[in-house]
Nanobody, 126 residues
Framework: QVQLVESGGGLVQAGASLRLSCTAS????????IGWFRQAPGKERELVAG??????????YYADSVKGRFAISRGSAKDTVYLQMNSLNPEDTAVYYC?????????????????WGQGTPVTVSS
């Protein structure tokens, strides 16, 4: 079982930026997928960004609601995945979770993620 730990959440004003970190104890798989999900009060959990790395390249996915504002990347140490969030607005307020899975389907296949972190809260005030 992969262990995932999120950090970096907090309270910010609209227009500000935050960078979330997901530190993962990932065995030496040749390919793996990490996704950042969020869940706001009273709403369903949604995948906002994902990254899959393999021997030859990385692939990324972004939800339409965050395209152009959020960026997902893997750190040089290979055990951390970042979510850079810019131009935050109150609708981005949620608990953010990172999740991982070793699967071949689309990054957006949310049911394929089988390891989850505890979440880090992000609150954006207007």
């Amino acid at each position: 079982q992969v262990q995932l730990v999120e950090s970096g959440g907090g309270l910010v004003q609209a227009g500000a930026s935050l960078r979330l970190s997901c530190t993962a104890s990932i065995p030496t798989f040749s390919t793996y997928t990490i996704g950042w999900f969020r869940q706001a009060p009273g709403k369903e959990r949604e995948l906002v960004a994902g990254i899959r790395w393999s021997t030859y390249n990385n692939r990324t996915y972004y939800a339409d609601s965050v395209k152009g504002r959020f960026a997902i990347s893997r750190g040089s140490a290979k055990d951390t995945v970042y979510l850079q969030m810019n131009s935050l607005n109150p609708e981005d307020t949620a608990v953010y979770y990172c999740a991982g899975g070793r699967f071949r389907g689309a990054i957006s296949e949310v049911n394929e993620y089988d390891s989850w972190g505890q979440g880090t809260p992000v609150t954006v005030s207007s």
